[in-house]
């Protein structure tokens, strides 16, 4: 009796134990297939996220370098669920029960995504050579001149009401342009290669057209870069806007340099005294080296028009207009002077760059992007139904799962 009392505890003891070791081993079971289930679907939607960025803007990233993915939330939405579908196809314990994609987080709107994408853009350029063969012809002879391009006017309604810089508040070019007299050390900091005011401006040279260098002239405008600068419908506007910036700019510092040169000094109060002898002669002398300091400013415009260098701040050797062709206002055509150093046309526009307010200048870009698009390849291409990303959020077998991705 004892015997079968021990038998029967031993097939008792070994019955719980089995049953534990059962249930362990389906909990074991159930688990993995639903980390099975878990990181398959994982795998998926991320990877069907991904398809979705795929589906760039082909010509926007050829011509521009950028990245830039269309549709209104709805259709990237019924993307991702076909993408779904064709993917867990054969999967019957996956349930997939909400699908959502959207760029609204990413809307290019934003002006730091795009910023981002640039600076991105431009240090593979810097990688790939671009960069160095963009400075050796700055720093060559014979640089370009004036674009053979034509003036055009945008004069398309539509177009102009959904540039992305349309909405923005402008300021004023001439009263920056005035501002650098007092900021000549500052200048030197537009060239500082690496940094990312730099290569923001530098992009815009790279990809646009100014009136000195023609990048490609199956673009809209001519005058692309003083577009960037000024904001106007048409290339003659922008071209005046910036030819005032340029005398806004270089009015100041030749006038400087007039009441720091000895000899201009007395040229000037020679000829105030001549023509208004006594007391008048002193107001005379600052109207005479006003209209000498203006005059040169309007001669270093010529000289950057025709492809010459003009300093920032000048020396005996770099002036180029005299007294008397200054006040008889008969220059007889660009006056050169002795000596020719200094910044280029284009390096000149790259100053104004560099103290311009950076949202204006990336919306600036945007809206180029914008125009030539429509002329080029899609007139009804519009950068604000763009996103430089997207957000994934999908619910699958009762689980979410989100995700944010980003070019």
Known sequence: MRMNSKRGSSAVFLTVILAALVSITLALIYGVREESVRSRADAVINLAGDSLLSEFDYDVQKEYGLFLLKGSDRELSTKLRSYLRYSFADAEDI??????????????????????QILDHMKFAELAGVMEKLEKTDAAEGLPQESTMENKTLRHGATIVSLPSSRMPKRSLTATAESLAGKAAEVKQAFRAGTEAYLLNRYAFIHFNSRNHAVNTEHFFKNEVEYILGGETSDRKNEKRVELALKAMRFPINLAHLYADPKKQAALSAMAQLLTPGAAAAATQAVLASTWAYAEADNDVELLWQGHKVPMV???????????SAVEGILGGTAMPDVEKGYNYDQYLQILLFFQDENMKLARILDLIQINMRKSYNEDFLVQEYAAGISVEVKVNGKNYGYEKQY
């Not at 000048?314 to 008397?324: P, Q, R």
């Open 95 to 116: 349930a997939i029960e909400s699908v959502k994609a959207s760029g609204g987080r990413f809307s290019i709107a934003d002006t730091a995504l795009i910023k981002q």
């Open 314 to 324: 000048k020396d005996e050797s770099t002036w180029a207009v005299d007294l008397d």
